[in-house]
């Protein structure tokens, strides 16, 4: 896919994750709705490909007030994605350079792989991970299962450590995906159904969307590091 | 500025997602019928239900406004014991009394504290670690 196509779908891809969480916001405080109407419009006008790309920076723009209205992301990570997608997007549009606009979305692409790399790197190096402590913890007391039934999954820690290494080793091995495309497509599949998972067991939906709009910009990097 | 000193953890992120199980805090609430009255039944602001079907976790793939919310109180509570501030504390009352709207007979006042749940060994430790003054629900608006 050329440079244009990978980071036209991605700001298509990324619209339509903002626009399903500016609908859940409608459903919130009423004080709020003004700003994510004005931010769906934008997102349609993202998605239609019209007056691009001043939407987008509309967007960005549009960012830095929600971001104060909430005093930082929202939903944490998720968000923090979303807002690093919509500037990396934004800047491959408006830097006068096609160097510099490939480096913004090619950061893109790298920060993705290092969400996972990094991910993995800080539990492994904690014990509590290694022996599946931790993610006993998470399912018997932290705030994110999202039914009393599934905290009943704390009471199987063979089960969790095996989920726990599993967890561990794949996002680890995560950038060597970029040294092959097959294997770039089929980590991000299984990373795919990691975040469905999540989003099953801990109601995390906007990762699922989020993560899944920036596959593109990977996707592109791992076509420039096969031509090196 | 503040916005660009918000901005920038996203644009340079640490992806450090669960990397220690911190202590993890519910909100809970009581109402009261006057301002001066002790608050003593203190209830958790929307438990979890005891099952979630397959279908609710499809649809809420598309669909899933309060638990959203539900876990940016999570952050609030989070940030009222790192660096309280009005902010979160307000964030909090107001989605309490939202929820609380629809029953105009309760009790007038509202307050709420968050307990951090924590483990110890193998033993689950609860902890008081914030409560708020009572406020009027009537004021708290959306």
Redesign the interface.
């Known amino acids: 896919m050329s440079f244009v196509a990978s980071v036209r779908l991605t700001e298509i891809l990324l619209a339509l994750a903002l626009i399903?969480?500016s609908?859940?916001?409608m459903?919130?405080?009423?004080?709020d709705r003004a700003t994510y109407a004005v931010r769906i419009a934008l997102c349609a006008l993202v998605v239609s490909g019209l007056a691009s790309p001043w939407p987008l920076v509309g967007l960005a723009l549009l960012?830095?007030?929600i971001?104060?209205r909430?005093?930082?992301?929202?939903?944490?990570?998720s968000?923090?994605?979303g807002?690093?997608s919509l500037?990396c997007v934004t800047l491959a549009h408006l830097l006068p350079d096609a160097r510099w606009q490939h480096l913004a979305f090619g950061y893109l692409g790298a920060?993705l792989t290092?969400?996972y790399f990094?991910?993995g790197a800080?539990?492994v190096v904690?014990p509590?991970w290694r022996d599946g402590r931790?993610l006993r913890?998470?399912f018997?007391?932290?705030?994110y299962?999202?039914?009393?039934?599934?905290r009943a999954w704390a009471d199987r820690p063979r089960v969790l450590l095996a989920m726990s290494w599993a967890v561990m080793l794949f996002e680890l091995a995560f950038p060597l995906t970029l040294l092959w495309r097959p294997a770039l497509i089929g980590g991000l599949v299984v990373a795919g159904l990691f975040h469905?998972a999540n989003?099953?067991l801990f109601?995390l939906?906007?990762f699922?969307w989020t993560w899944l709009s920036v596959y593109p910009a990977i996707l592109w990097l791992q076509a420039q590091v096969g031509r090196l | 500025m503040q916005p660009l000193r918000l901005l920038l953890p996203a644009l340079i992120p640490s992806w450090n997602f669960f990397d220690v199980i911190a202590p993890s805090p519910r909100v809970e609430y009581a109402l009261l019928g006057a301002e001066t009255a002790p608050p003593e039944d203190w209830r958790e602001f929307r438990p979890r239900p005891a099952r979630v079907s397959l279908v609710t976790m499809a649809r809420r793939l598309l669909w899933n406004p309060q638990w959203n919310e539900s876990l940016f109180l999570v952050s609030c509570a989070e940030r009222l014991i790192d660096q309280p501030t009005d902010h979160s504390e307000a964030e909090i009352l107001s989605r309490i009394a939202a929820d609380l709207a629809g029953d105009p007979d309760a009790p007038p006042w509202l307050a709420f504290r968050l307990t951090f749940v924590r483990r110890e060994g193998e033993a689950l430790i609860r902890e008081v670690l914030f409560q708020s003054a009572p406020r009027r629900r009537e004021a708290l608006v959306r």
């Open positions: 399903q969480q609908l859940e916001h459903a919130g405080p009423r004080r960012s830095l007030v971001l104060e909430f005093q930082g992301p929202y939903n944490g990570g968000d923090r994605m807002l690093l500037w920060q290092l969400s990094i991910s800080v539990k904690n509590e931790a913890d998470v018997r007391f932290s705030a299962p999202v039914s009393e039934g599934l469905l989003a099953c109601g939906n906007r699922f």
